[in-house]
């Protein structure tokens, strides 16, 4: 019986048919981006105001991830507690991720200036600049996948590392379009700052 008499609020609804198609993932992201938008405006500030102190840039990429994750998957997340909780549970592994990127990072801007500037030595420093470039590639791609083994499954860190390299490469052309969608978008806030602001 439904509220003061009127109508059947116990007779159940069409619901979803069991096999029905599922929408393609292009459209799903902005179907999911439009409708999660000040949600994620409140994340990206949450992530920010963790990443001020070096220290917690790895354990707030974590909570970001997990709750991002959960929003692609459409799963139900709640954008605080879900947060901290996953900030604090992987604290331990992002934070020792972070410290592994720091000299990383700076190895590869240094490799980076040395074979520019060694380009036209020889032939030498051109295969070794080409085999720097692919082991750097293999490194960002790897990177795609750290924070979501992270926080999905409970693994040793070398386990994590071991497969992340696999997806890097077994996912090649997949993270070579991800990193050109990300270059353009890098590329447009450089480009039009104060309009994507």
Request: include cysteine.
């Amino acid at each position: 019986m439904g509220i003061f008499g009127f109508g059947n609020y116990d007779k159940p609804g069409p619901g979803v048919e069991k096999d029905a198609p599922q929408k393609h993932r292009f459209f799903l992201f902005w179907e999911v981006y439009f409708r999660k938008f000040w949600k994620l405006c409140q994340m990206n500030m949450l992530y920010f105001l963790f990443c001020i102190l070096i220290v917690t840039i790895g354990p707030a990429t974590a909570g970001f991830t997990y709750v991002m994750r959960n929003f692609a998957r459409e799963e139900h997340a709640f954008l605080w507690s879900d947060f901290f909780e996953q900030f604090k549970k992987n604290f331990k592994q992002s934070f020792i991720v972070s410290l592994i990127d720091i000299p990383l990072i700076v190895l590869v801007y240094v490799n980076y200036q040395f074979y520019t500037q060694m380009w036209s030595k020889g032939l030498l420093f051109q295969i070794a600049f080409g085999l720097f470039v692919a082991a750097a590639l293999v490194y960002i791609f790897s990177k795609f996948y750290v924070y979501q083994l992270i926080v999905t499954f409970d693994m040793k860190l070398r386990h994590i590392y071991k497969d992340c390299f696999i997806f890097a490469i077994v996912g090649l052309w997949r993270n070579i379009l991800l990193l050109l969608v990300i270059a353009a978008i890098w590329f447009l806030i450089w480009l039009f700052p104060i309009a994507i602001i």
